[in-house]
């Protein structure tokens, strides 16, 4: 679709998605704030992705670790040296900082993108954030905003190990926010500064990482399958050995076919025993394994997977996004000359149920409805909507993706019923009112 970017931009600021941030400023730096849909929708996919990732499985525990770390950690972990950095060139007319791999500074003629001046030579610019930690403000006190959730795993290693009594191979998996000081940030939530990861860190026997490699990698595809993103809008794509993270052996990135262009949702990452050894040389603590199986004392591998909830939510936004020219209801006069229908899966939609009074006028439907409003809230997330037409509203609904719509009409009075509106198939049927918890729930379900 055409110009699909600005419409999503304009969609979720529109309807309470996505906000910029301190916007009554101007804005900052690329970050961006979840409205009460987007939160919602935000809690969804994380939902899913933590059921899959720990409830569905076996052998795979959460964690949620802090924030703050000793910045020990990122020493270790090399975040702090040249791999975790951008290589930029700066302007000398206009002294704005770009990214040399957008600019494709290999060639000898580029130039300044915004101004046509010329250009430094490259350099590395770290993405680490750095803060500071009690009250005096120096380098004793420096320390960092995690740049990836993991090491806060790597972190509690020991602890979950022998806490659970876990026995290889095993997981743990965390979900949390994570700040980089990038440098472009552009294309709405693809690229910002603090950003939401999902991570799943598998451990296992070195001889076995391959194995797992590729079974998680299928697992991941899968996931972004099952929550409805089009099979042609994702691929994967093996990092070459020259942009390969300085931590990894070996990466396969999921990515989707956004309206700029492919990127990256996830990455499938083979971490060999980088980061276990690593922390054990700094921190003096043997983090070996002790395999009593094979005898042996040993570092396992982890196999990764690191999602970035900001991305998936965006794309799951433009999967969803459908245009409708002269409307889809055939009984009525279409009022507008596009409708737009959102079709997200109905765990990530915000709003599973709206409540509509056919007409707000009459006390008694009204108060029908606030009933039926009532008995739902407790078991889905609802919103109760009286203004303008039935048609209107339910175009609203549509547009914020919400699963069903139930209007409470004259016949209800009489009937104890109402009528369910299905918003793909745009179906309607009657329903008796003390049935519809558990008939939203099967519905929900699928069963
Ligand atoms: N622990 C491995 C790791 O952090 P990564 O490829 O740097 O790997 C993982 O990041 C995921 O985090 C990416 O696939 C992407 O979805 C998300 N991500 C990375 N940088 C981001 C940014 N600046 N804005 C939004 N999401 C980002």
Request: aromatic share 12%; with cysteine.
């Amino acid at each position: 679709m055409q110009n699909l970017m600005p419409k999503i931009i304009s969609l979720a600021k529109r309807r309470g998605f996505i906000f910029p941030s301190s916007e009554i400023y101007g804005g900052f730096g690329s970050c961006y704030d979840f409205g009460p849909l987007g939160v919602e929708m935000k809690n969804n996919i994380k939902k899913a992705w933590w059921d899959e990732m720990t409830k569905n499985q076996e052998n795979i525990v959460g964690l949620d670790a802090a924030i703050l770390m000793s910045p020990k950690v990122w020493q270790a972990s090399g975040h702090l040296t040249a791999g975790f950095a951008d290589e930029l060139v700066e302007c000398k007319s206009c002294h704005k900082r770009f990214r040399t791999d957008e600019i494709g500074r290999g060639r000898a003629s580029a130039s300044c993108p915004e101004c046509g001046g010329e250009l430094t030579e490259p350099r590395k610019f770290n993405l680490m954030m750095r803060t500071f930690v009690g009250p005096v403000e120096n380098e004793a006190a420096l320390t960092y905003l995690r740049a990836e959730t993991c090491q806060g795993i790597y972190m509690n290693y020991e602890n979950v190990l022998n806490s659970m009594r876990l026995k290889i191979p095993f997981g743990m998996a965390q979900i949390g926010k994570v700040f980089r000081n990038e440098i472009t940030t552009k294309n709405f939530v693809f690229r910002i500064r603090e950003f939401e990861q999902m991570e799943m860190e598998w451990f296992c026997r070195p001889k076995e990482a391959e194995k797992y490699f590729d079974f998680w990698k299928k697992e991941r595809l899968n996931w972004y399958l099952n929550l409805g993103l089009k099979k042609e809008n994702l691929r994967e794509r093996e990092v070459s050995e020259k942009e390969l993270p300085h931590y990894s052996i070996r990466t396969v990135d999921i990515e989707y076919k956004f309206p700029f262009g492919w990127g990256e949702l996830e990455a499938i990452n083979n971490r060999g025993d980088w980061d276990l050894s690593n922390h054990s040389k700094c921190s003096g603590k043997d983090l070996r394994y002790v395999d009593e199986e094979k005898k042996k004392k040993y570092f396992l591998y982890i196999v990764e997977t690191s999602g970035g909830i900001d991305r998936v939510f965006l794309a799951l936004l433009c999967d969803a996004y459908q245009e409708i020219k002269g409307g889809r209801t055939k009984t009525t006069k279409p009022t507008k000359e596009v409708e737009i229908l959102l079709k997200l899966d109905k765990r990530i939609a915000p709003i599973k149920v709206a409540v509509l009074p056919l007409v707000r006028n009459k006390p008694k439907i009204v108060k029908k409805a606030r009933e039926v409003y009532q008995l739902l809230k407790p078991h889905f997330f609802c919103q109760y909507d009286e203004l303008g037409s039935i048609g209107r509203r339910y175009r609203r609904q549509d547009e914020i993706a919400t699963i069903f719509c139930l209007t409470v009409d004259f016949e209800s009075l009489k009937q104890e019923d109402l009528t369910i509106r299905y918003r793909d198939t745009m179906k309607q049927e009657r329903v008796k009112i003390k049935d519809l918890p558990w008939h939203i729930k099967k519905l929900m379900c699928g069963i």
